[in-house]
């Protein structure tokens, strides 16, 4: 496991600035920029002692490999990994679960904002196998703009085996495919759940979408075949939050 790795952009180093301080070993600032929407940053980042250096954008360029840093980067250590143990933890303190199993998703961009969405619907968690997808990286925490740290990832093993797991704890999994037995607006949402969905393009796994109790479609009334991944995801989840709420 690496010791540190590098964070960046405004609202995802703020996040771990007011849920995780002691993670946070240094915070790079561009020089010049200390305007309004930095100075939470570093008053915060003051109050646990944090070294501050200024540099130029080219040195937080290179630190970020991005230019999306927004004049500020993070050094870091590392998030707890959250396994199958963990994910066993919370469906045994939760009582009505609210789950998202993302199936081979290798876009740090897409897990970015399915990570974003889940916060915003209130999902208690999200499952990633541990291979052949992308984990939390510098990426994916600024595209979810401090949703990497409210909403836990759990990457497991062997994902079908988990999910046989789940059913045996009493959660409902609800797979989405072209060919499914009805569409999301017909299915029932409003139990113990998880919804699972596939990775760009290639859609669910043989294996898990046999696992699924149902598969659902989104109905598509244009000439596009597909949608991407993160925006299905959110039409998913506010589908649940619309049924629950009524």
Sequence with gaps: MKKQELIFGIHAVESVLQRSPERVLELFLMQGRLDERVAPLVRLAAEYGISMPQTSRKVLDEKAGSTQHQGVVARVKPAKALNEHDLDDLLSATEMPFLLILDGVTDPHNLGACLR??????????????????????????????????????????????????????????????????????????????????????????????????????????????????????????EVVRQRLA
């Design 117 to 238: 969405n889940a916060d915003a619907a209130g999902v208690h968690g999200i499952i990633v196998p541990k291979d052949n997808a992308v984990s939390l990286t510098a990426t994916v925490s600024k595209v979810a703009c401090g949703a990497a740290e409210t909403v836990p990832l759990f990457q497991v093993t062997n994902l079908a085996r988990t999910m046989r797991h789940m059913q045996d704890k009493g959660v409902w999994i609800i797979g989405t495919a072209g060919e499914a037995d009805c569409n999301l607006y017909q299915a029932d949402l409003k139990g113990p759940l998880a919804i699972a969905m596939g990775a760009e393009g290639k859609g669910l796994r043989r294996l898990t979408r046999e696992c699924c109790d149902t598969l659902v479609s989104i109905p598509m009334a244009g000439s596009v075949s597909s949608l991407n991944v993160s925006v299905a995801t959110g039409i998913c989840l506010f």
